[in-house]
């Protein structure tokens, strides 16, 4: 199936149309993030994180500060280990 959509699409004419078209939208639509949005979601993470343990070591409530890094992206595992940096890990009592 691919092979005959290869042949079709490289036999006609409009290939090389199609294929400007294309790059020529690529950079006003791209589908992959640019390296700017990607640094720049980072430093927003990593600030999130940041205010997250700062609300840790204090008396706040931590499930604003946790809502919001998952809003902006933060992982769960991330979300975890900043806490972790705070409060250690959970030992259960024996």
């Known amino acids: 199936m691919f092979d005959s959509l290869l042949e079709f699409v490289g036999g006609s004419p409009w290939a090389y149309s199609a294929i400007f078209a294309i ?3 690529d950079p006003f639509f791209a589908l992959v993030p640019g390296e700017t949005s990607v640094i720049t979601g980072a430093m927003l993470a990593a600030r999130r994180l940041d205010e997250l343990r700062e609300a840790a070591r ?7 500060p946790i809502r919001q890094a ?3 992206r933060c992982s769960m595992g991330e979300v975890c280990g900043a806490m972790k940096d705070v409060f250690g890990a959970y030992r259960p009592r024996t």
């Open 70 to 72: 998952l809003m902006d």
């Open 58 to 64: 204090g008396t706040d409530n931590l499930m604003h």
């Open 23 to 25: 790059v020529t939208v």
